[in-house]
């Protein structure tokens, strides 16, 4: 696979923030980072809760991270998790809602020690709904 030192970049501070995850219940922890259209690098962790359907996956904090500093064009994203897995359908079209061209944004799934897939968004989430 073919990495940018940008993408190396945002795959590193998924797996950096990843060790911030909130993940009591599940003992799943999961690191993600968008990178927007401006350059900014952004994390997010799963936070979970004792009520557990409040649980918020890492790569919807990224994104709300992101949009509440004003940013709201994703271009690349990063997904750590123990096993390699690719992100729930809800982040995918949360995601979808601020990459302006999904075809382009590239979706980065990586363990803490192995780079294991490359997609892009459009192909985890065809047909995703829009307004
Ligand atoms: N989780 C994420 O953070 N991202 C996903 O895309 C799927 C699942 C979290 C939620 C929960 O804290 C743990 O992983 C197990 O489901």
């Not at 998924?14 to 993600?32: D, E, I, L, T």
């Not at 992100?87 to 601020?98: H, I, N, T």
């Not at 990459?99 to 780079?115: F, K, M, N, S």
Request: charged share 20%.
């Amino acid at each position: 696979m073919n990495l940018s030192d940008a993408d190396r970049e945002l795959i590193a501070l998924a797996r950096q923030v990843r060790q911030n995850a909130y993940a009591r219940y599940s003992n799943y922890s999961v690191g993600s980072a968008v990178r927007t259209a401006s350059g900014k690098l952004v994390g997010g962790v799963n936070v979970e809760n004792a009520s557990y359907g409040l649980t918020v996956c890492a790569e919807r904090v990224a994104v709300l991270r992101a949009v509440a500093e004003g940013e709201r064009a994703i271009v690349a994203v990063a997904v750590v998790t123990p096993d390699g897995a690719t992100p729930c359908g809800a982040c995918r079209q949360v995601l979808s809602e601020f990459a302006p061209d999904p075809e382009q944004c590239l979706v980065w799934i990586a363990t803490p020690d192995h780079l294991v897939a490359r997609y892009t968004l459009a192909e985890l989430l065809p047909h995703g709904f829009r307004l």
